[in-house]
């Protein structure tokens, strides 16, 4: 079946260190694919998407590339400050009627001073 | 602002005793859905709404129902909570377009006592 693999967490950088968070996929067809992300507290807020292979997904300085060949959606960023400590949810989108959302398991990312 | 509005923010209940959380949107999107997000785990899907039509999840227990009387509101009822409902229950709507991206709610915390 349709399933999303993330990096396990926790992930704890330092400010303005480089980020990168490993999601690959496993589905049938085409499907889209999204990076959500979960302050503390709080529901969850669409970070970027891509909806066919080689786009790329780029919002507030984080980027991921739709890769076909590896399957791949890795998100990031070049320079982490502390507003982006939360939980990252990679996620695939597929259509059955409506979209059904398959999320990774989250990846907690504490970034700090 | 267009929204997905949850209510209440956080809910308390009795083992057993029934509990209704709420959904309300202001994006007038055709689909609503209601995940179920345990400490520390992704999001999973309970069931979803295409305009009037419900679709249910196989693994959804059938404890857990929904209502959808208009495009704007949704509800969650849990016939009888037991102590492992306890969960964030997050809405989302999404509007048929080549993407789908969904819109999530802030989330209803549930306490079972």
């Known amino acids: 079946g349709d399933s999303v693999t993330q990096m396990e967490g926790p992930v704890t950088l330092s400010e303005e260190a480089c980020l990168t968070i490993n999601c690959t996929y496993t589905a049938t067809g085409y499907p889209s694919l999204f990076w959500y992300v979960q302050y503390p507290g709080e529901g969850l807020q669409l970070l970027l998407k891509a909806t066919k292979a080689d786009d790329k997904g780029s919002n507030k300085g984080f980027e991921a590339t739709y890769r076909k060949e590896t399957t791949s959606f890795h998100l990031e960023k070049g320079s982490v400050q502390v507003s982006d400590s939360a939980v990252y949810f990679c996620?695939?989108?597929?259509?059955?009627?409506?979209?059904?959302?398959?999320f990774g398991q989250g990846t907690r990312l504490t970034i700090n001073p | 602002d267009a929204m997905v509005i949850q209510n209440p923010r956080y809910q308390v209940t009795q083992f057993g005793k029934p509990v209704t959380l709420s959904c309300s949107q202001t994006l007038n999107h055709n689909v609503m859905y209601w995940y179920q997000q345990k400490s520390s785990q992704a999001p999973k899907l309970l069931f979803h709404y295409y305009d009037k039509d419900f679709n249910n999840e196989a693994d959804t227990p059938d404890n857990f129902q929904s209502r959808r009387p208009n495009t704007s509101f949704c509800f969650l009822d849990i016939r009888s909570p037991g102590l492992g409902d306890a969960a964030m229950y997050l809405c989302a709507t999404s509007e048929r377009t080549s993407s789908y991206e969904q819109y999530f709610g802030p989330g209803t915390r549930l306490t079972v006592t």
């Open positions: 996620a695939l989108g597929i259509i059955q009627g409506a979209q059904k959302l398959v």
